[in-house]
């Protein structure tokens, strides 16, 4: 029987995160990265369980008091201790398959900071500690030696992986393997029949290698949402152009065309050393009966919530400020990481 990797808009039991602490780059902004992440395990806890990893004793203790005092649900709240280097759950996270008859397992696969640029001792043994700890229950877990964050991929639940080359062929990662091996190996284990390579699209200040989950993201079998640019005198118009002219020229599995949903551009933003934080609204995350949305005190946050309002009319948008999570080059998709029922 064939597990596949069910899309991210299918019933899940909980969401992952990993709560940042002292010993991470997030030291110096604790105070203002926190509230973020509270925030995020709230608007989770109200639709499904949340999975909160702790560094510590300590930082357990504090994401408890956070995260309950903000109203979140004890019964919907689960905290473990595990060490970790950073807080990056999509990509230090289980990928979790399932099969037909329900049954399900986890992938464990190979982390190393996005091509060897930061450590990753913690983050790389961290599913395979949570799941000795008896975090994810009795699901079985199969450890790989490819190396693959799951911010690299998005599942359409139907056969069809959408990923980047500039991301799966870095030659820090698997330089091994050529395009077609990798093709390959992703069908295989994540039971896919087939997988769509972008060559174009980026956003300055990412350190991911065009991460797919910030530039386009499956919606449902035939709609794709992805990050556009309007503005001819930005960096980013050129090879956002060109990204949507080859996501218009993919066709779907039955040979139709897919539905594009253009995201509004938010206005450039730098950090204090003159560095352009990484803004995308296709970092958005879907949980059962929500999507919860990055915004950026911009004017284009209303827009992206309208947009994803016509495209998930059954869910509630949820907007969560992450201006601090990109100071650290990421988003709310890149901080969560789901575990389908």
Same mark, same amino acid.
């Given at each position: 029987m064939?597990?596949?990797?069910?899309?991210?808009?299918a019933?899940?039991?909980?969401? =992952?995160?990993? &709560?940042p602490?002292?010993?991470?780059? &997030?030291a110096?902004?604790?105070?203002?990265?926190?509230?973020?992440?509270? =925030?995020?395990? $709230?608007?989770?806890?109200?639709?499904?369980?949340?999975?909160?990893?702790?560094?510590?004793?300590?930082?357990?203790a504090?994401?408890?008091?956070?995260?309950?005092?903000?109203g979140?649900s004890?019964?919907?709240?689960?905290?473990?201790?595990?060490?970790?280097?950073?807080?990056w *759950?999509?990509d230090?996270?289980?990928?979790?398959?399932?099969?037909?008859d329900?049954?399900?397992?986890?992938?464990?696969?190979?982390?190393?900071?996005?091509?060897?640029?930061?450590?990753?001792?913690?983050?790389?043994? $961290?599913t395979?500690r949570?799941?000795?700890?008896g975090?994810?229950?009795?699901?079985p877990?199969?450890?790989?030696?490819?190396?693959?964050?799951?911010?690299?991929?998005d599942?359409?639940?139907?056969?069809?992986?959408?990923?980047?080359?500039?991301?799966?062929?870095?030659?820090n990662r698997?330089?091994?393997?050529?395009?077609?091996?990798?093709?390959?190996r992703?069908?295989?284990y994540?039971?896919?029949?087939?997988?769509?390579?972008?060559?174009?699209?980026?956003?300055?200040?990412?350190?991911?290698?065009?991460?797919?989950?910030t530039?386009?993201?499956?919606?449902?079998?035939?709609?794709?949402a #992805?990050?556009?640019?309007d503005?001819?005198?930005?960096?980013?118009?050129?090879?956002l152009? =060109?990204? *949507? /002219?080859?996501? /218009?020229?993919?066709?779907? /599995?039955?040979?139709?065309?897919?539905? $594009?949903v253009?995201l509004?551009?938010?206005? *450039?933003?730098?950090?204090?050393?003159?560095?352009?934080?990484?803004?995308? #609204?296709?970092?958005?995350?879907?949980?059962?009966?929500?999507?919860?949305?990055?915004?950026?005190?911009?004017?284009?946050?209303?827009?992206?919530?309208?947009r994803l309002?016509?495209?998930f009319?059954?869910?509630e948008?949820?907007?969560?400020?992450?201006?601090?999570?990109?100071?650290?080059?990421?988003?709310?998709?890149?901080?969560?990481? =789901?575990?389908?029922?």
């Amino acid at each position: 029987m064939t597990f596949t990797l069910p899309a991210e808009w299918a019933p899940q039991s909980a969401v =992952q995160l990993t &709560w940042p602490h002292r010993d991470t780059d &997030w030291a110096e902004r604790l105070p203002l990265v926190l509230p973020v992440f509270t =925030q995020i395990a $709230l608007a989770i806890s109200q639709h499904e369980d949340v999975l909160l990893v702790c560094h510590d004793t300590e930082s357990l203790a504090e994401a408890r008091a956070r995260v309950l005092d903000a109203g979140a649900s004890p019964d919907r709240c689960h905290f473990v201790v595990a060490p970790s280097n950073d807080s990056w *759950a999509r990509d230090h996270g289980p990928l979790t398959l399932r099969a037909p008859d329900g049954r399900r397992r986890l992938l464990d696969f190979g982390f190393n900071a996005w091509g060897l640029k930061f450590a990753a001792d913690r983050d790389n043994l $961290l599913t395979r500690r949570l799941h000795q700890a008896g975090a994810y229950g009795d699901l079985p877990l199969r450890t790989l030696g490819m190396i693959l964050e799951g911010g690299s991929i998005d599942s359409d639940g139907a056969g069809t992986l959408l990923t980047t080359s500039a991301c799966l062929l870095s030659p820090n990662r698997n330089p091994q393997w050529s395009r077609e091996e990798i093709s390959a190996r992703l069908c295989e284990y994540l039971g896919a029949e087939r997988v769509l390579w972008l060559e174009s699209g980026y956003l300055e200040g990412d350190d991911t290698d065009a991460h797919i989950d910030t530039l386009a993201r499956f919606c449902s079998t035939d709609t794709i949402a #992805y990050q556009s640019c309007d503005d001819p005198d930005d960096n980013h118009f050129a090879p956002l152009q =060109q990204m *949507a /002219a080859e996501l /218009a020229g993919f066709p779907r /599995a039955d040979g139709g065309a897919y539905h $594009l949903v253009p995201l509004p551009w938010p206005r *450039a933003r730098y950090d204090e050393a003159g560095t352009r934080l990484p803004l995308s #609204y296709a970092n958005f995350l879907i949980i059962n009966g929500a999507v919860l949305l990055p915004t950026y005190d911009d004017a284009a946050d209303a827009v992206a919530m309208e947009r994803l309002a016509e495209v998930f009319p059954q869910r509630e948008v949820v907007p969560i400020l992450c201006l601090e999570l990109a100071r650290q080059h990421g988003s709310l998709h890149c901080v969560t990481m =789901q575990i389908p029922s």
